[in-house]
């Protein structure tokens, strides 16, 4: 396939052009050589959990309709989702269980480099977690904070301490169900346990214990990841930054970061800021030293710094092949092996950093939290060493008009934001829901896959559709990177808004699309719809309020403890492409409608991207209904005089 039929995208069309011309393979080449795609597969319908298997089920019902164990098309699929489920929450959490050793280590005064910056988010979260403050040390709050919350991953008894944040409707349904999480390794522990030959063989019983192991995931791992990385890198406020390919810089040391722990990145861009390194890299030839980031990374230096973002999941090898990279350097996750054969066409370093995430064909530089400021030093003078090597003739570094971005939007900047100078409150964003000018918020999280062609736009195709019909949308992950970079996320996009959006952002001054950072914080809009639920108005409970999800292009385990831990708390989650369990008929009920009656929410699976966003609205209206605050509103066309009367005093 041509490039140019697979792509609307100018910067990809080209980059990926270049590709091909250069001979070198990409994600879309490779997913390409990959079709036909594994039936069974696509369908849940292979086991290989034992060595009795491989076994697969017939889903036309001529072949086999159990494995040699026995298990049917249920089980098969169920304790794959299950699996999925607890891999994500595996992965979020161990990044969370970094961010806490690091906590500990800064604490202590052992980690060089790094710093408390946050104490506010400190102390609000020592209250939370139950930690004394007073009289007491910032550094002593913040060991026992950190000691607290590394307990939560394998503590003996109880549940997860940060579940109370939770509106109280919600914490009992989770006691009555018998999903509310207990230690985070114990949830995943357990799922891989009953998920092994011959235990748990209920499709019931598994997805209820994936409710249990993703709730672990959003209100444990995701939540202690995003609150650490607060105290100790900041609560991201809004912030005005890049998001394109463009951001690279033809005549600097451009250092790409990738992967998600925002401890490397931080580490990374302190070191660049050394005098000592910016002068070395002018003795190279170069103005200076440029850092960019690339999927969750990026979002989180984004958020916080306005450091650009370079690219989105799928765009990783196209960075590359601008020939302008010196060095790229990852910790864990997203992180795709086809580069280390990009690299081989340039003068580009990749170097791995953690030793739980090393790539063969890459060279590896130890970061630790005692070593991570004197270990990135070393890696950008890698860098600066490798800038004379660039071939000025290979360098192809895309002009993109704007990819402007205004980001940094935590549930705190929201609140404050909304709640004007004098307190920050919900009630303005409550109040504009109750009286339609916003109808809903919509939270889009998540990948972007090779599966839909390049430089598509689905997000962003989507979130146009929502704020024209009055929907606020928050995002993250790299649905957020792609909105980034499709110029969505700044206040001057409000004219692309509904009447009522647009004249709250105005007031406001906030684009009518909020980016809220990398997939952890995610944990973000569970704390956001819980407060919306505390400040009263709109119902008792998290299912009550006019909020839905989506994730058009899910590649990620992650993605699916995602999903699954927004419908345990309550949101209507609907996903693209394909359904993760599709050849398990009983078990994609239970996901789309029984758990309805269960949790108040369910999933939704829609291969017509062009459909999720009108799916995710009419959920809305229906919630709007039973709350009955449709009933006063009626559909009227405003003029001037109407206009002046408005009160959008917030
Ligand atoms: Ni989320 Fe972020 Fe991107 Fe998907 Fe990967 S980077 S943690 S998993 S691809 S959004
Ligand atoms: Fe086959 Fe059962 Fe073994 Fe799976 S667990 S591979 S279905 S025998």
Not at 102 to 116: E, F, N, T, W
Not at 216 to 230: K, L, R, S, V
Not at 232 to 261: C, M, Q, R, S, Y
Request: aromatic letters at 6%; charged letters at 25%.
């Amino acid at each position: 396939m041509e490039p140019k039929e697979r792509t609307t995208d100018d910067v990809a069309l080209e980059l990926l052009k270049r590709m091909k011309e250069g001979g070198i393979e990409s994600i879309y080449d490779r997913h390409q050589a990959q079709q036909p795609q594994c039936g069974f597969g696509q369908l849940a319908l292979c086991c290989r959990h034992c060595n009795w298997g491989p076994c697969n089920i017939d889903p036309f019902g001529k072949g086999p309709k159990r494995g040699v164990c026995g298990a049917d098309a249920n089980t098969f699929a169920a304790r794959h989702f299950l699996r999925m489920a607890a891999a994500g929450t595996a992965s979020h959490s161990d990044h969370a269980r970094a961010a806490a050793y690091l906590l500990v280590s800064v604490a202590r005064g052992k980690a060089p480099g790094y710093q408390i910056k946050d104490v506010d988010k400190l102390m609000m979260v020592a209250q939370w977690l139950g930690v004394k403050t007073e009289g007491r040390k910032t550094n002593e709050i913040a060991e026992e904070i950190g000691n607290t919350l590394l307990g939560e991953f394998g503590k003996p008894h109880g549940t997860l301490l940060f579940l109370k944040r939770a509106p109280e409707t919600r914490q009992k349904l989770w006691q009555k169900l018998g999903i509310a999480p207990r230690a985070i390794d114990r949830e995943i522990a357990e799922s891989m346990h009953r998920t092994s030959m011959g235990t748990d063989q209920d499709y019931r019983n598994l997805v209820k214990q994936a409710m249990r192991v993703s709730l672990a995931d959003g209100w444990g791992g995701c939540m202690i990841a995003t609150e650490i990385q607060d105290i100790l890198f900041g609560t991201p406020k809004p912030v005005l930054g890049k998001a394109n390919l463009g951001v690279l810089k033809k005549d600097e040391v451009n250092i790409l970061v990738h992967g998600h722990e925002p401890q490397l990145s931080e580490a990374i861009v302190i070191a660049a800021s050394d005098p000592s390194l910016v002068k070395a890299a002018q003795a190279v030839g170069a103005k200076g030293i440029s850092i960019a980031g690339i999927c969750c990374t990026a979002n989180e230096l984004l958020v916080r710094h306005g450091i650009p973002l370079a690219g989105h999941m799928t765009m990783q090898e196209m960075a590359l092949a601008t020939g302008a990279v010196e060095l790229m350097v990852v910790d864990v996750q997203c992180v795709i092996q086809g580069l280390t054969e990009v690299v081989k066409h340039f003068h580009t370093k990749l170097v791995t950093t953690l030793s739980k995430g090393k790539i063969y064909g890459a060279e590896h530089v130890e970061i630790t939290d005692e070593t991570a400021l004197e270990q990135a030093k070393k890696i950008v003078w890698m860098a600066i060493d490798n800038y004379p090597n660039r071939n000025a003739a290979k360098v192809f570094i895309p002009q993109v008009k704007d990819g402007g971005v205004v980001a940094g939007f935590s549930h705190e900047t929201i609140k404050y934001m909304l709640g004007g100078r004098y307190r920050a409150s919900y009630r303005p964003l409550n109040d504009n829901i109750m009286n339609g000018r916003i109808r809903g918020v919509v939270g889009i999280a998540g990948c972007t896959s090779p599966k839909v062609a390049a430089g598509q736009q689905c997000y962003a195709s989507m979130v146009k559709e929502l704020i024209a019909n009055d929907f606020l949308v928050v995002g993250t992950g790299c649905a957020a990177g792609e909105c980034a970079t499709g110029g969505l996320m700044i206040p001057e996009y409000k004219d692309a808004c509904g009447k009522g959006l647009k004249e709250v952002c105005e007031a406001v001054g906030i684009p009518p699309v909020l980016h809220a950072g990398a997939c952890v914080d995610n944990s973000r809009i569970l704390i956001a719809c819980s407060e919306m639920v505390k400040e009263g108005g709109l119902g008792n409970d998290i299912s009550d309020l006019p909020v839905a999800g989506a994730c058009l292009e899910w590649m990620s385990e992650k993605a699916i403890a995602i999903g699954q831990y927004f419908v345990a708390s309550g949101i209507f989650v609907v996903f693209g492409m394909n359904s993760p369990v599709s050849g398990a008929p009983d078990v994609l009920k239970l996901l789309t409608k029984e758990l309805e009656e269960e949790v108040g929410a369910r999933w939704a699976f829609e291969t017509d991207l062009k459909k999720v966003g009108r799916l995710m609205m009419d959920h809305i209206e229906k919630k709007r209904d039973a709350l009955g605050i449709n009933v006063a509103k009626e559909r009227k066309l405003y003029d001037m005089e109407d206009r002046r009367k408005l009160d959008v005093s917030i």
